[in-house]
């Protein structure tokens, strides 16, 4: 249920709400058929989208991982593999990224080497990718803030939350441009235009979302600052009663209520 204008003077709420609903059933579906980790889309009907449970946890709610690297290298890799599709999420944060547990068929039958393991060794972690009203295509005149503000929040939440950081920089977007070039494959971006979410009714979609502040743009730091948090066991942590860039993009999407998404 996409709610990004209620109580607002311009434009049509429920316009605004089904052009949403109908742009993040249409690349949910698009992403869902082509092997990328999303929900099950099952049906969207004006404002409201139906999809398929899953029973994760945000990664904003995620405390600890037993292996921060690999976490973090298999996130950067779902950017890139996204980018090579044509596509930039536009919102890649710990907000829109799911995780759930599986257990790793490499580890079958392997026991925890001490109780302190906890079964770690035989759970592997799937992030699952939410939220895609605001994906852009990498043809889009602002692609390359959006590549990178998707990487550097990634980059951030690791580092402030899971305390780790990549050895290697990047990615950057002119490279991921360059292989998408190079390696000319399928465009999802093409795609879902020519299933009938058109280019005018992306425009007018993001132009409303910008008014409303519910892309992340709304802010001289809109675009590096997405992230932060209040965490009681991290001292770079805001200071009381204050909302990072992220958080309150999200208090302005995510008043909705949860049995009409499912």
């Not at 997405?226 to 208090?251: F, I, L, N």
């Amino acid at each position: 249920n996409r709610d990004y204008l209620r109580n607002r003077s311009t434009g049509s709420w429920m316009y605004m709400s089904r052009l949403a609903a109908m742009k993040e059933y249409a690349f949910m579906k698009a992403l869902y058929e082509n092997g990328f980790s999303v929900p099950e889309p099952i049906a969207q009907n004006r404002h409201t989208i139906v999809m398929g449970l899953i029973d994760a946890f945000p990664l904003r709610q995620i405390s600890r991982v037993p292996n921060p690297a690999s976490l973090y290298a298999e996130l950067i890799d779902m950017i890139l593999r996204l980018t090579r599709f044509g596509l930039i999420h536009g919102d890649f944060n710990e907000f829109n990224i799911l995780i759930k547990e599986e257990e790793d068929p490499k580890a079958k039958g392997k026991a925890p080497a001490t109780a302190d393991d906890d079964n770690s060794e035989i759970i592997r972690l799937v992030p699952v990718l939410i939220d895609f009203p605001q994906m852009v295509s990498v043809d889009h005149p602002n692609a390359e803030m959006y590549f990178d503000r998707d990487v550097n929040c990634i980059k951030r939440y690791f580092q402030r939350r899971f305390h780790f950081v990549s050895d290697e920089p990047g990615p950057f977007f002119a490279d991921a441009k360059k292989q998408l070039q190079e390696n000319a494959g399928k465009r999802l971006d093409v795609e879902v235009e020519a299933s009938g979410f058109s280019r005018k009714m992306a425009r007018e979609l993001e132009a409303y979302m910008k008014e409303v502040g519910a892309n992340g743009d709304g802010g001289a730091t809109g675009s590096e600052g997405g992230g932060e948090e209040d965490e009681e066991d991290e001292d770079s942590g805001p200071e009381a009663g204050e909302e990072s860039d992220t958080e309150q993009r999200h208090s302005q999407t995510e008043e909705v209520d949860d049995s009409s998404r499912r």
